[in-house]
Nanobody, 124 residues
Framework: QVQLVESGGGLMQAGGSLRLSCTAS????????MGWFRQPPGKEREFVAA????????YYADSVKGRFTISRDNAKNTVYLQMNSLKPEDTAVYYC?????????????????WGQGTQVTVSS
């Protein structure tokens, strides 16, 4: 079992930056690929970014490529999502998730553990 707690969400103007954090407890953090997903108002949950167990490989949705950066610190059991050049369409509840697979995935069904989510609102 892995418990995930996100933090760092809030209200930001378009063009601004936010950094989300997700801290894990329970099983060995470095045994999991980690992902960030988001659910905009009235829409389905969607993939944002993923990072492999070691942090060597990262994956991004086209909509955030070049603006968002995922990273992890295995010594701190924490994964981060640095979000720059925010747009109103980035408004969503952001979730981190843990995937026990050998390689990182971008699909929701690969992730076994989820945080409670943190709200990010970007005003125009």
């Amino acid at each position: 079992q892995v418990q995930l707690v996100e933090s760092g969400g809030g209200l930001m103007q378009a063009g601004g930056s936010l950094r989300l954090s997700c801290t894990a407890s329970g099983r060995t953090f470095s045994a999991y690929n980690m992902g960030w997903f988001r659910q905009p108002p009235g829409k389905e949950r969607e993939f944002v970014a993923a990072i492999s167990r070691s942090g060597d490989s990262t994956y991004y949705a086209d909509s955030v490529k070049g603006r968002f950066t995922i990273s992890r610190d295995n010594a701190k059991n924490t994964v981060y999502l640095q979000m720059n050049s925010l747009k109103p369409e980035d408004t969503a509840v952001y979730y981190c998730a843990a995937d026990p697979s050998i390689v990182a995935h971008t699909t929701i069904r690969a992730y076994d553990y989820w945080g409670q989510g943190t709200q990010v609102t970007v005003s125009s």
